[in-house]
T-cell receptor
Framework: DAKTTQPPSMDCAEGRAANLPCNHS???????VYWYRQIHSQGPQYIIH???NNETNEMASLIITEDRKSSTLILPHATLRDTAVYYC????????????FGKGTRLSVIA | NAGVMQNPRHLVRRRGQEARLRCSPM?????VYWYRQLPEEGLKFMVY????????ESGMPKERFSAEFPKEGPSILRIQQVVRGDSAAYFC?????????????FGPGTRLTVT
């Protein structure tokens, strides 16, 4: 599996966009980028995933660079409830396989 | 459709006792994964089970830890003779057969404290 690198922590003002970067320079052609988040004392929650095109859903947007070596998760209008640890994971699409979590980025949304 | 359920949510054991953690997957899910999260760390995979079968236990410590997922009932993660280093949050996730990887849903976790 490709290794990912994320900053350990970030702050964001409430109402502003939160941009969380992830480097995955060793990603292979059939691997996707997945984002999960873990709110304090809860299990991880899936947010979004993508292969090479930018993706958007009701929770977030995912921007993947053309060379696929890095990506950015965007929370367009961060709220206090978005305070969590965000994990970027690179993995194939097929399921029934464990996820590999790094240490993630601890996002603190500040009022 | 209820989500993944884990119980107990909090468990305190003295050193040397046994800990049993239960995970009830979502309805229709036949695959269960157990992960352990030490303080300030990311989740680490432990074991992956299908009904009555262990598929991958590459992340399980070789001693004192075992897991099962019987035909009926919840999946059980058993830790024998617990030590302080076993104190952690244990999460399980479930998925249906053949589902894409992002359809792995996590439970709320069991926080084990060994005194």
């Amino acid at each position: 599996d490709a290794k990912t690198t994320q900053p350990p922590s970030m702050d964001c003002a409430e109402g502003r966009a939160a941009n969380l970067p992830c480097n995955h320079s060793t990603i292979s052609g059939n691997e996707y980028v997945y984002w999960y988040r873990q709110i304090h004392s809860q299990g991880p929650q899936y947010i979004i995933h993508g292969l090479k095109n930018n993706e958007t859903n009701e929770m977030a947007s995912l921007i993947i660079t053309e060379d696929r070596k890095s990506s950015t998760l965007i929370l367009p209008h961060a709220t206090l409830r978005d305070t969590a640890v965000y994990y970027c994971i690179v993995r194939g699409l097929s399921g029934n396989t464990p996820l590999v979590f790094g240490k993630g980025t601890r996002l603190s949304v500040i009022a | 459709n209820a989500g993944v359920m884990q119980n107990p949510r909090h468990l305190v054991r003295r050193r040397g006792q046994e800990a049993r953690l239960r995970c009830s997957p979502m309805k229709g899910h036949s695959h269960v994964y157990w992960y352990r999260q030490l303080p300030e760390e990311g989740l680490k995979f432990m074991v992956y089970l299908q009904k009555e079968n262990i598929i991958d236990e590459s992340g399980m410590p070789k001693e004192r830890f075992s897991a099962e997922f019987p035909k009926e009932g919840p999946s059980i993660l058993r830790i024998q003779q617990v030590v302080r280093g076993d104190s952690a949050a244990y999460f399980c996730a479930s998925s249906p057969l053949g589902a894409p990887i992002y359809e792995q849903y996590f439970g709320p976790g069991t926080r084990l404290t060994v005194t």
